[in-house]
């Protein structure tokens, strides 16, 4: 079994948003464990599709039975759980440049291994200026991304974006434990593999043209 839990952070108030824990397997599941014990600071303020079934204090406790989900052909079984959170995040990213200035976009920032900025969707005709660490672009439904991986810790991108409105951007990395809202224990007899990501969204930059 899998289980993959994304991290949703308000970089500009370094806040958690939410989280989403995801278990998945080849084979059907039924009452497995899910155990997510808060840390202090942090606090659910609402959760999808339901409430845990025991809560012990700062723990909880939900009993995960599978739903079947068809992937290009393949069925796969799978069961989530969705937080939405509030609380200080303590990370190790820092953002020294996100900003726009007419056409122009410029990220600047550093933080671990690993940490990766996605920009977009781009309109067609924007271009790319300049680039700290190794970018590559993903286009999708007439748009474009440009994704831009760290070196040595470092990453920075400079745009013109011409004369598009709203643009969007995040940053995404494979965060310690002890960077996690909670710890988390899924009790089951198979064998688990565990996936964190942590994604860091940038406030919007909006251009009216004035």
């Given at each position: ?78 069961y989530g759980i969705r937080l939405e959170l ?90 310690g434990l002890e960077e996690l809202p909670f ?28």
């Amino acid at each position: 079994m899998k289980v993959k839990v994304v991290i949703e952070v308000d970089e500009a108030a370094r806040e958690y948003k939410s989280s989403v824990i995801y278990l998945t397997s080849l084979s059907p599941f039924s009452s497995v464990k899910v155990y997510v014990e808060l840390r202090p600071y942090v606090a659910v303020t609402s959760c999808w599709p339901k409430w845990p079934d025991l809560i012990e204090g700062r723990r909880a406790v939900w009993i995960a039975s599978s739903y079947p989900r068809d992937f290009g052909g393949r069925r796969l079984y799978s069961y989530g759980i969705r937080l939405e959170l509030r609380g200080k995040a303590r990370l190790p990213v820092l953002v020294r440049k996100w900003r726009r200035s007419g056409r122009l976009i410029e990220l600047e920032a550093e933080g671990p291994e690993g940490l990766e900025a996605l920009i977009g969707p781009l309109a067609p005709g924007y271009s790319i200026l300049r680039v700290r660490g190794r970018a590559s672009t993903c286009p999708l439904q007439g748009c474009a991304y440009v994704i831009v991986r760290e070196e040595e810790g470092l990453l920075g991108l400079a745009l013109d974006v011409g004369s598009q409105g709203l643009l969007t951007g995040q940053l995404m990395y494979r965060p310690g434990l002890e960077e996690l809202p909670f710890t988390l224990e899924v009790e089951d007899p198979k064998p688990l593999e565990y996936e964190y990501e942590l994604v860091l969204r940038l406030a919007d930059l909006l251009w009216t043209g004035a």
